[in-house]
């Protein structure tokens, strides 16, 4: 899968484990184990790239007598997510179009 593609699908699947709640790392690959496999160093590369690009926001608390971070999305990363669906509906046709059956062949 091209690169680009997958980075910005991985993003918007980062800022959807924490749209409906504050979250930290564990969890958010435990979230999303369902649907892709994330390692550690990959989902923490992607947090300090949405931090930077201010879609997130960075808490620490503590829990258990350890600190732990706790990320929050802010409006850019709300944004962020719904500009991602509306892309992901021409990705959807582009991949309809490069599927579908040659009928004149059959």
Do not use: W
């Not at 790392?25 to 184990?33: E, N, Q, R």
């Not at 390692?39 to 931090?51: P, W």
Request: glycine fraction near 4%; aromatic fraction near 10%; charged fraction near 35%.
């Amino acid at each position: 899968m091209d690169i680009q593609l997958k980075r910005g699908m991985l993003d918007a699947c980062v800022l959807a484990a924490i749209k409906n709640e504050d979250s930290y790392g564990y969890k958010i690959i435990k979230d999303l184990k369902p649907y892709v496999e994330l390692s550690e160093s990959t989902l923490y590369t992607i947090l300090k790239r949405l931090e930077a690009a201010r879609m997130l926001t960075v808490r620490t608390a503590e829990h258990d007598g350890r600190l732990r971070k706790y990320y929050h999305i802010t409006e850019a990363g709300h944004r962020r997510i719904e500009e991602f669906k509306e892309e992901f509906k021409e990705v959807i046709s582009i991949y309809q179009f490069v599927t579908k059956e040659d009928v004149n062949n059959e």
